[in-house]
């Protein structure tokens, strides 16, 4: 599956072994059904059923173990839980994801933002039986509030960080997609992080103990960032070469994916849903699949992204230090 990493010169490294080209993960953010109607009664969510069969049948198929970003609330039903703990028996990572999906956690008074990831993290470790060690706050809104929590709670890193422009016009689709829930709406608007588009470090590093795994982004000044629904925002043909340029670039890269991705108009069952859980499931699949024959393909290592956090946190304690003359 592997091929020659782009950029090499085939001539000079024919016999050569392609050299390792780093780490890539696929977080999957388990954004419910559930969430988005604002968890109905008694509403039966595709998510935690057929659409997680459809994504472990493709970790299957591409020998890989994501990271499941898990929100809190949906772990009170039963069913959701043993769904969860199914994926970590089967040795996917499972992630802090907060308990309400709160997209506007840097906003928060700290007993509230506390409540957010500790009731997580406690609910996680009690039906998986290991606590957590990664978090990835809602709509990437980043705090170091936040960061200061997980540390105290023995967490590995933070992939919390969006450091590029190009994550508004997804934080304005998400606020307008609210538009029938104000207080939701106001949440993503309430965020406190709108410059870190402007100013974030693009490769992952250490804040106190904490590694944190800033989205991958592409290299170059704009530097556009790579998840799986940028493809049906910007187009796909623009968002898979995207997708292989940022793989190239990148030691260490991460690719997101919702579960939306994977749902289609029979998920639906009538509801209204918002449009991006909607669609053909044929094309959703192929065009899924073919980001994951990407990444696959490009020579990194897969691994978790508690896996990719150690790797980084042993390159930088151990990088050999520049001792001024
Ligand atoms: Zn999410």
Known sequence: MTRAPAGGRIG???SAPPPSSGYAAISLHLDSMGYA???PRGFQDPVFHEVLDRF???A???DLKYTVQV???DLLQSEHSRRVRRLADAGHEIGNHTWSHHSGLAGLNRRWLEGEIIETHYRIAEVIGREPRGFTAPAWNYSERASEILLRRGYRYDASLLPSMTGYPVMLENALANLHRPWRMWRSIHRRDWAAGFRAPREPFLRNGL???PVPTTPGRIATAVWHGYGRIFGWKRHFNALRQTLAARRYFYYVVHPSDLCCDGDLDGNPGRARFGGNF?????LLSDAFAIISDSGKR???LLGMSEVVRQEIEHKPQVIAA
Do not use: D, H, P, S
């Open 12 to 14: 000079l490294m024919q």
């Open 37 to 39: 109607y604002g968890w």
């Open 56 to 58: 472990e049948n493709l």
């Open 60 to 62: 299957r198929w591409y």
């Open 71 to 73: 929100i809190g609330r």
């Open 211 to 213: 590694v944190i795994l």
């Open 282 to 286: 044929y094309r959703k699949a192929r």
């Open 302 to 304: 897969m691994t978790t």
